[in-house]
């Protein structure tokens, strides 16, 4: 009695994926072989399950990917605290939460007098006039100067020193905004911060006292990124400057993102990932699968990973208008776990699981069924790699009718 494959109307194997697997098992000869209907690609499958219907679907030449998802947050880049150092007797106008600060720009405001914003790494700290002592404050407000267009290059040269150019560009932006023209930049007239800055919240009110030190509000860059809690037994999928997709909130838009950082320090919390990351290629339902068994899913959404420890990993979008200007809104990570490219595959439907080990599938050619033993790779969504005897792209397989 030799083997020959049973249709076993589709059985499941295992937990297998969305058709399942075809089990082939030994028997008696039930049939002659299978037949396929070339105008419909359906037919009746042989032997003892004869009454079961069959497709086909081709062998297809592919790159296969895995992914892995992580719950994350839209927020903004950086954190910073601006403290004011102008004095006098309130706060005539307060910035917004959300609101968006640029260079030369009013931030906030003094008994009538404005505090422009400008961008630099040192706070301000003194009057800067002709004649002060040298400083890199001198130089960090000349390149303000020029940048805003109230010098060139040519005419000022951005030095420690406080020149004669220095004090006409003063001038020249002083007249500009309005206020009494000294060519002396007095304490406080001034805010430094990195670049453009995003107000997260107010620490004063309209009105308030101001106090030289204190802080006035909370800001951060206007650069929006992704934050997300990755489980520290995945952290080895990822590394800086590595590309992912984020989706967006609504949950149908996608954009490309790229990491740019990753925490040294893990937190206790609940995981964030939507499931195991599929190790790479073996066989179905066996130990560290990625495929229809249960060893995992190919696409890594098997099920809500336990509590534990993770750490966090901040993602910049290559498109930063897709954000919106949300802020604190959840969006999803997508992480590459394993991938192949250019290889065969068929619908996981397709495998047939030998009763000795292995898989193999049905190849239909000439309107004649034949097994093919196959080796599988990487299961990714619907489809597998596999490699076996004869199979190029193009030909075409069982698969059960839907």
């Known amino acids: 009695m030799r083997a020959r494959w ?12 969305a058709a399942g697997l075809i089990v082939a098992t030994s028997g008696p000869a039930a049939g002659s072989g299978h037949a396929a209907s070339g105008s419909s690609g359906t037919g009746q499958a042989s032997g003892a399950g004869g009454g079961s219907r069959v497709a086909t679907a081709p062998v297809v030449r592919t790159d296969l990917t895995n992914t892995v998802q992580v719950s994350g947050a839209l927020g903004f880049a950086g954190s910073y605290t601006i403290a004011n150092q102008m004095p006098g007797a309130a706060y005539t106008a307060l910035p917004p939460p959300g609101q968006v600060v640029r260079r ?13 914003l400008l961008y630099g790494p040192r706070p301000e700290w003194r009057d800067l006039f002709l004649g002060v002592t040298p400083g890199p ?27 004669a150019a220095t004090s006409f560009a003063v001038q020249r ?31 004063v009110t309209l009105g308030a006292a101001p106090q030289p030190g204190a802080a006035v509000l909370a800001a951060t860059s206007a650069r929006p990124v992704v934050s997300a809690e990755l489980p520290v037994g995945q952290e080895y999928l990822v590394r800086r400057g590595e590309r992912v997709t984020v989706t967006l909130p609504d949950g149908t838009r996608t954009v ?32 560290g699968s990625g495929g ?8 890594g959404e098997s099920g809500t ?21 949300l ?16 290889v065969l595959a068929v619908p996981i439907s397709a495998l047939v699981a030998l009763a000795g080990g292995g898989y193999a599938v049905q190849v239909i050619t000439g309107g004649t069924a034949h097994l093919t033993g196959v080796r599988t790779g990487l299961f990714s969504s619907s489809l597998v790699q596999v490699a076996g005897p004869g199979l190029r792209a193009g030909l075409r397989v069982e698969v059960p009718a839907p």
């Not at 960090?140 to 020149?163: E, K, W």
């Open 104 to 116: 030369g720009h009013r931030l906030y405001e003094v008994d009538g007098s404005p505090v422009i």
């Open 305 to 325: 990973a336990g509590s534990g420890d993770t750490v966090e990993v901040t993602v910049r979008l290559a498109h930063p208008r897709a954000a919106g200007g």
């Open 137 to 163: 404050d001198v130089a960090q407000l000349d390149a303000n100067l020029i940048a805003l267009g109230y010098a060139t290059p040519v005419m000022l040269t951005v030095s420690d020193t406080f020149t």
């Open 6 to 17: 049973l249709a076993a109307a589709g059985t499941v194997v295992a937990g297998g994926a």
């Open 173 to 203: 932006w002083q007249a500009a905004l309005g206020v009494t023209v000294t060519g002396v930049v007095p304490a406080g007239q001034v805010a430094y911060a990195p670049g453009p800055v995003r107000v997260a919240s107010l620490d």
């Open 256 to 287: 490309p993102g790229v990491i740019t950082a990753i925490s040294r320090v893990a937190s206790g919390g609940s995981s964030g990932g939507t499931g195991p990351p599929s190790p790479g290629p073996s066989a179905p339902g066996g130990p």
């Open 292 to 299: 229809p068994g249960p060893g995992g899913s190919g696409s």
């Open 327 to 342: 802020d604190q809104a959840p969006v999803t990570v997508n992480i590459v776990s394993a991938q192949s490219g250019g």
